[in-house]
């Protein structure tokens, strides 16, 4: 028992020097630069001082010799490469905020969030939502934000150093973020289709088109009762976006070539705006990031003031209190505050990775899951509005007015359009808007897949371009199944199964492995190393939510989510038992990394003779500040 803790002790001891190291090389490095700087007549960024006082602390316990020659020997290797191939970092102290709030206001709260609530009978989603953000969602996507922040590395190293007998988890959840990267993609896929019919004529508003049934009506109708009709809109997603006339897994049909071309373009998007990596995506977010915003708030003034509006929103605020009981309504809430606001992907480890050790991301994580919860809000007021408008026009109530599923976002948000003056530019904007909500979500995902790559082999970073073009075209390939006749059912097996309660099973070992393991105590002091000042009730939340409140509720949910779980379905129509095995197994692909990464450490264990069970649950001698620590410790023995 003395020598376990006398291993942590020191263990932990290491860990604080390299954050000295990593604050007193940054010290010295801002020195150089600043000289630099006046030769040119530029200055330093805010955190040159702050980061200085800390470093001028650090200097006694180092040898400033020795950090003066890997600083200089540092700079040797960068001036014979010709350029940086490092794993880079935010240019800009607002990238990190408006990439991380772009990343988690996407299509889940513009498509997903209104998704749950109509199927769940609107209000009463809001209840449970709310107190899954409270309680799970946000003590996970802070406790992601300051791991990736303080270890400066990808989540496949994170785990591994914290905790190597837990270094599968890293691979998990970089395995679910290459499942939401390719299928997700789809959306925009589906985006740019509409924004390319936005210009040819806008056929959704009519019905007089070959792939339209004898039931098919339009808003130009004004027919009295449409009780046995479907909408132009929907007929139009369904039947000739989708190609989805009666297909079903028996008859899935083949890759149609114009959604073929379309997910073409969708990726290449993708490739353009990342192959620089942060330095470029940090630029892109801020397009992506910021038009949505805009466009509902036009969109939210038009469907406000449509006949019928103020039902679909009473809909929308009045709770069915007799849902409560109702296991997938919590589990559906506590799923889409973990897909939306993205921890347990490995998104959030990665985008927090590239921050300045010493940034007050405390604050930056309740203000972006602030900003995430609002979104969903007006979303959800501006899609009930319309439905309220579709179900006075149709003669129905509005929970019959359309029937729910993944593809809700793209047919009620093209009927508000065709009812607003210069219908054209509304619809263009609309999905412009959708194609860069989407864009934000998988410029994370993609960018843990990327970071994975080049954290386990450095030398892709010198290759940005051919990696990101590499990996985007094996990413198009997956996802041809997608363009078939019948792609809609793989793209909602999928979106039922690639997040699923693998999510909540991640972010409870997570919240275990740093409250339990690592200690939530010591991780607190780490969070003032990088001068994160919180006031005592601040602490008192972070550290009851870590080690009581969260892993609870999500070992409930997990429990229940295993209750509920395989049965996958389509509009009321459940999947064959087959199709359900393979949701299972795709669920079972991203978890398989645990246990054998477990196993293959014990393995290892046992081969060394000296070996200790104790180090597996151990931080590693890696285990801190990384990125300019470990160089230094490298060069400078």
Known sequence: MLDGE?????????????????????????????????????????????????????????????????????AKQEEDKGKDVGRGHWENSLDF?????????????????????????????????????????????????SLGQYAGVGP??????????????????????????????????????????????????????????QNCWSRKAHLKSLKNQSSSVEEYFDRYVLGNQDNDWYNFGYPRWQSVLALGCAWGLVALCLMKGVKSSGKVVYVTSLLPYLVLFFLAVRG?????????????????????????????????????????????????????????SHKDAVLIALCNSLTSILSGLVVFSILG??????????????????????????????????????????????????????????????????????????????????????????????????????????????????????????????SYVYGVDRFLENLGEMGMKMPHYARMYWKVAWKYSTPGVLFVLLVLSWINFGHVGYKGTLYPTWVQVMGYLITGSTVIALPVVAVMKLMDLYQESSGNLKSLVLPTAQWGPSTDADSFVTLVP
């Not at 896929?189 to 019905?207: D, K, N, P, Q, R």
């Not at 793209?410 to 009812?419: A, S």
């Open 156 to 213: 496949i190293q994170v785990f591994g150093r914290l905790a190597p007998v837990a270094g599968g988890l890293g691979i998990a959840v970089v395995c679910v973020s290459i499942f939401l990267a390719f299928f997700y993609n789809v959306v925009v896929s589906w985006s740019i289709w509409y924004l390319v019919a936005t210009f040819t004529g806008m056929e959704w508003e009519s019905c007089n088109h070959w792939y339209n049934t």
């Open 6 to 74: 006398n291993e942590s002790t020191e263990l932990r001891t290491n860990a604080k020097s390299k954050s000295n190291i990593r604050i007193t090389i940054n010290n010295a490095n801002e020195s150089v630069e600043e000289d630099e700087d006046t030769a040119d007549g530029k200055n330093n960024n805010d955190n040159t001082s702050e980061r200085r006082e800390t470093g001028a602390k650090n200097k006694t316990a180092e040898n400033p010799k020795e950090i003066g020659e890997g600083v200089k020997l540092l």
């Open 304 to 360: 406000f003031t449509l006949p019928g509006a103020w039902d679909g929103i009473s809909l929308f605020l009045s709770p069915e209190w007799s849902h409560l009981s109702d296991l997938s309504l919590w589990t559906d809430a506590a799923t889409q505050v973990i897909f939306s606001l993205g921890p347990a992907c490995g998104c959030v480890i990665t985008l927090s990775s590239y921050n300045s050790f010493t940034r007050k």
């Open 389 to 514: 408008f579709m179900a006075h026009e149709a003669n129905l109530e509005v929970k019959d007015v359309v029937q729910s599923g993944p593809g809700l976002a793209f047919i009620v948000y093209p009927e508000v359009v065709t009812m607003l003056g210069g219908s054209q530019f509304w619809s263009a904007l609309f999905f412009l808007m959708l194609i860069s909500l989407a864009l934000g979500s998988i410029f994370g995902a993609f960018e843990t897949v990327l970071t994975a790559l080049s954290d386990f082999w450095p030398q892709l970073r010198a290759y940005k371009p051919r990696t990101v073009c590499i990996t985007s075209l094996a990413m198009f390939i997956l996802g041809l199944p997608f363009t078939c006749n019948g792609g809609i059912h793989m793209f909602n097996l999928f979106n039922s199964s690639a997040p699923s309660w693998n999510l909540l099973l991640f972010a409870l070992l997570e919240v275990l492995i740093v």
């Open 97 to 145: 905020l408006v990439s991380c709030l772009g990343y988690a206001v996407g299509l889940g709260n513009i498509w997903r969030f209104p998704f749950l609530c109509f199927r769940h009978g609107g209000g009463i989603f809001l209840i449970p939502y709310f107190l899954m953000l409270v309680f799970a969602g946000l003590p996970v996507f802070f406790l992601e934000v």
